[in-house]
């Protein structure tokens, strides 16, 4: 297992992403400035403890699974019109894969964390209805920012509501390569243009305005 490593996920997610199910409602929020919840919205919080970013890349040799470790979360939504905001962040900086020198690799040349050491999920809009109580699925329009870009991204979402907690999953694909991140492969190793990214999200209902 000597891969040099890459990987981008993240992400939430990262990063979130994932099932953050909801972000920014009629205009996407700048940098640090997540939009405020307006009053008839669902406003959830995202628990990191209880919450996991993984992802996996496949090469010539094998496929690489990694995780990171989700930074923070808050998410409200217009149960009605599907306008939501709130962000998912990412410690970009926390990938791992197993692998020391991989991993090295992958931090220094490929996600360059030093310079952009979060990811950024921010949803804008959910297609379908979220159930006020037990499972629902709909898919999460948003916008990824990773690596000093920002990428439109759109994910089918798993979302359960009990009593005051909530928790939600989402897959999707990221095209790391064409979204300008570094092609780690050389001429004996391949890796794929694509990371695969999953996410798993657990918190509580913070209130219903």
């Not at 090295?104 to 050491?117: D, F, G, N, S, V």
């Amino acid at each position: 297992m000597k891969l040099l490593g890459w990987k981008p996920i993240t992400v939430m997610a990262m990063a979130a992403l994932g099932c953050a199910l909801f972000v920014s409602a009629s205009v996407a929020p700048t940098l640090g400035q997540p939009a405020a919840p307006a009053t008839s919205e669902i406003v959830l919080t995202v628990d990191p403890a209880q919450s996991k970013v993984k992802w996996t890349v496949d090469s010539t040799l094998h496929m690489v699974h990694g995780t990171f470790a989700l930074k923070r979360g808050s998410i409200h939504f217009d149960p009605e019109s599907g306008r939501a905001g709130g962000e998912i962040a990412v410690y970009a900086a926390s990938g791992e894969s197993g692998n020391d020198s991989r991993d090295a690799r992958m931090h220094k040349e490929i996600l360059e964390t030093a310079k952009y050491p979060d990811a950024f999920f921010r949803p804008t809009q959910i297609d379908g209805k979220v159930a006020p109580a037990g499972p629902s699925d709909s898919a999460l329009r948003g916008v990824f920012s990773i690596h000093g870009g920002d990428h439109d991204l759109i994910a089918p979402v798993h979302t359960e509501i009990t009593g005051n907690r909530w928790k939600g999953t989402t897959k999707f694909e990221v095209p790391y390569v064409k979204w300008g991140i570094k092609d780690p492969s050389n001429f004996l190793l391949k890796v794929k243009p694509v990371v695969n990214v999953e996410l798993e999200l657990s918190g509580e209902i913070q209130a219903l305005k």
